[in-house]
Each structure stands twice: as structure tokens, then as C-alpha cells.
């Protein structure tokens, strides 16, 4: 160890029986740098009680409620406070919570998307704005270290200018009525949003398309679908899109391709060559050229660039996964937090997301015509 001081967070979500949350402590202790302290794990006591016993906290750092936990870490002596809150709860506790915990003075660092609604975006960045703290997103797959060399690869002119997209993210959990935690508020508006496929997983493969080529994109021709039944929010979609200087793209996602688990995928297409990544298979990206062999670019191999270098933990050929990306995004957090640098997936990225999900929204209810996503 360094002798440098861990990055202390509390998380407010994450309780038995939920999902992310695990991974996310998962990943936050992966390199011994970055300490949970407190939560406020779930709104039923015991849960919230037990969740916290489990994890070894002090019993009076577990809080019912996220404005007492706000009030009670704020209290507490600066070297021992929490320095930055992980939102883990279901989409419309998100900007309740970023909003205490930035007016209390901690970070933050939410999982996606960002907020409810675009207003809610957009009010919350101003909040950001005026407070000078941090605001970082959990769009996972930015942490996977060839998701970097790709973007790298595209913006140093390694495929020629960038003229097609194609982005996917389908699963198949949602193929029938199901009736679990998770399944629950994601097919619920209150809860989940304007979008429920899309907002869930179509922002990932919007933010990879936009991280990846650096371009932004602009309007979306949508066709959202409930194929299920008494469902209230559409559990498919897919969308032609337009970008910056002119790149065009699809992107589909959706949770009733039965069979299918995590399979996200980006192929970029360029005037001289391409490029290929699918979060199954995230340990190699295949670059395609008019004139040459198909080539595999490895994970851990020492000819990337030295920019990625540390964010490998093992030697090529020992596979590292979702747990390590999302370690990747919490220690890059941890480091702004140190240094008080610029966040890979902020409030930008957030405001893009929320505006995605609300243009394919519209878009798919006028019968599908081009929308702008304003931002
Ligand atoms: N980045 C990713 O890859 C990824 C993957 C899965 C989920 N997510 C996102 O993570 C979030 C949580 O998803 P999940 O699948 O873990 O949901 P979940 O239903 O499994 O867990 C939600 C947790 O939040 C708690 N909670 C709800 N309201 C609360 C409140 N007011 N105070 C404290 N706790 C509260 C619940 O008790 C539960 O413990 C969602 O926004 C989802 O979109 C992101």
C-alpha cells in the first residue's frame, strides 16, 4: 500500500436481495483504495441493518433514511466522513439523492441513467455546476481498457473518417412476465422512466457510440415496442440514427431476444477500416483494413498504449471482466476526486442519456419520424 488515505463513499441502494449494488462494492474494493463506510441501503430497517452488519460497518453509519445519512456524515469529523455517495437505487431515487448529497457536499457517483426524466438532468446539472463537486455516471462498459483503445484507435484516424455505426444490446430475461425485484420497477414509469428497454440498456449502447467515435449523436428514427403483454414500458427497440459529420448508425436493443445474456456490441466503420467490440468476448477488439488481414488486438498485451496500461490487472490471457470496468470507473472517480480532474462519463454523458431516451420516445410515438435529441 502507498500510505495514502483510502477514498471513503457510502452507498445509498444496494441491500440483500438487490443487484448492482454488490457488484458495485465488488469493484470499489478491488485495489484496497477505496473504503465503504456508511449506507443507506434500502427503506426496510432490518434489510438496511443486516445489509450493513454484513458488510462489517459501524452499526451507527447505517442509515433508514439518505437525508440522515447526508446530515449525520456532514456532522462527523472531515478525516472520517464519507467523501462521495454510490446511487444504486431504482431510476427515481436518483436525483433525490444526488441532490441531498451535493447540497450536503460529497461527490457523487450514480449508476445510470442518470435521472428519471431530461428536466430532472438538467436541473440536476445545474445543482452540479454551482456545487464544484463531482458527478460521475456508471456507464460500465467506458471501463473496459479496449473500449479505450478503440476510441484512441478512431480518434487518431486509425479507421479514416467515421461514416457507420451499428450498436446493440440485447438480453433475453424479459422474453416473459417476470416476477422479481429487478423486473418490477423496470417495467413501472414511475419508477423507471419515459423508456424501459432503452433507458436500461439502449443508454449503454448510445454511450459507447458516442464515447467511441467522439461523435455526438443527433437525431433518431425510433420504433419502440411492448412485446409482452400487459407490459407499460416497451421491452424492445431499435433506431436508425444520425451523428455529427455525418456518420450514420442503427441501434437496437432489446430484453426479449430469448436465450440472450449481455450481448453488447459496437462495430465502427471508417473510409479505411473497422472496428469491432462485444462485451462477452471484451478481451479482444477485431480491427478490420481494405488492404490487410483482419488483426485481434488482446487485452494485457504490452503493445497497447501506455494510457491503458494500469487499468490490466492480470497478464494476457487471464480474463478480466465487468467487475474490473467498473473498478476502472471507480478508482478514475476516486482520482478525480483526489485531484480534482474531469470525469470520463459526467454530467455530459448523463444529459446525453436522459435526452436520448426522451427523443426516442417522441420519435417512436410519431410513427417513427427523425427527432432531434436536444441537449
Ligand atoms: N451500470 C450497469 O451496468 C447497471 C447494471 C444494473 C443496474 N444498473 C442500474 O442500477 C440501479 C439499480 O438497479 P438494480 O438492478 O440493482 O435494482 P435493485 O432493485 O436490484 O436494487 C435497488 C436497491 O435500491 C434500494 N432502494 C430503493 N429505494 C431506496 C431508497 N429510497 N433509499 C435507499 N435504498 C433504496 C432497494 O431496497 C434495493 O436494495 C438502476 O438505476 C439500474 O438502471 C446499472
Redesign the pocket.
Known amino acids: 500500500m502507498s500510505g495514502q488515505p483510502n477514498v471513503r463513499y457510502g452507498m445509498?441502494?444496494?441491500?440483500q436481495?438487490?443487484?448492482?449494488?454488490y457488484v458495485h462494492r465488488l469493484a470499489a474494493q478491488l485495489d484496497g483504495k477505496i473504503e465503504l463506510v456508511c449506507g443507506?441501503?434500502?427503506?426496510?430497517s432490518d434489510?438496511c441493518r443486516q445489509t450493513g452488519a454484513e458488510l462489517g460497518l459501524d452499526p451507527a453509519r447505517c442509515y433508514i433514511d439518505?437525508h440522515e445519512m447526508m446530515k449525520a456524515e456532514a456532522a462527523l469529523p472531515e478525516s472520517e466522513r464519507m467523501q462521495f455517495v454510490a446511487i444504486?437505487?431504482?431510476?427515481h431515487?436518483?436525483y433525490p439523492v444526488a441532490r441531498a448529497a451535493l447540497e450536503a457536499g460529497f461527490h457523487v457517483l450514480s449508476?445510470?441513467?442518470a435521472t428519471l426524466n431530461l428536466e430532472e438532468m438538467q436541473s440536476l446539472s445545474q445543482i452540479i455546476y454551482d456545487s464544484g463537486l463531482a458527478y460521475g455516471l456508471?456507464?460500465?462498459y467506458l471501463g473496459y481498457p479496449l473500449v479505450s483503445v478503440a476510441k484512441e484507435i478512431v480518434a487518431s484516424g486509425g479507421i479514416g473518417k467515421v461514416r457507420k455505426v451499428y450498436a446493440e444490446y440485447i438480453q433475453g430475461w424479459l422474453a416473459t412476465e417476470v416476477e422479481n425485484?429487478?423486473a418490477e420497477?423496470r417495467t413501472d414509469p414511475a419508477r423507471s422512466g419515459a423508456s424501459g428497454c432503452m433507458g436500461?440498456i439502449g443508454t449503454?449502447a448510445h454511450n459507447l457510440a458516442e464515447y467511441v467515435t467522439g461523435k455526438r449523436m443527433t437525431h433518431v428514427a425510433a420504433d419502440l415496442t411492448v412485446f409482452v403483454d400487459g407490459r407499460r414500458l416497451d421491452d424492445d427497440g431499435s433506431a436508425l440514427f444520425r451523428m455529427e459529420d455525418g456518420v450514420k448508425g442503427t441501434l437496437s436493443a432489446s430484453q426479449i431476444c430469448v436465450g440472450k445474456e449481455n450481448s453488447l456490441s459496437l462495430r465502427v466503420y471508417g473510409e479505411t477500416g473497422g472496428l469491432e467490440w462485444n462485451q462477452e468476448e471484451p478481451n479482444s477488439l477485431i480491427r478490420t483494413y481494405a488492404d490487410r488481414p483482419t488483426e485481434i488486438i488482446r487485452a494485457g498485451q504490452g503493445y497497447l498504449p501506455e494510457s491503458v496500461q494500469s487499468h490490466f490487472r492480470t497478464p494476457p490471457g487471464h480474463p478480466e471482466g465487468y467487475i474490473e470496468a467498473f473498478a476502472n470507473i471507480y478508482l478514475e472517480f476516486a482520482e478525480v476526486i483526489k485531484t480534482n480532474g474531469g470525469v470520463k462519463a459526467g454530467s455530459t454523458a448523463a444529459l446525453r442519456g436522459m435526452a436520448f431516451i426522451e427523443a426516442l420516445v417522441e420519435s417512436s410515438n410519431s410513427n417513427s419520424a427523425w427527432t432531434e435529441i436536444k441537449t
Open positions: 445509498v441502494g444496494g441491500g436481495g438487490a443487484f448492482i449494488g443507506a441501503f434500502s427503506r426496510d434489510n439518505f444504486v437505487t431504482p431510476n431515487v436518483h449508476d445510470k441513467p456508471t456507464h460500465t425485484k429487478q420497477w436500461d449503454h
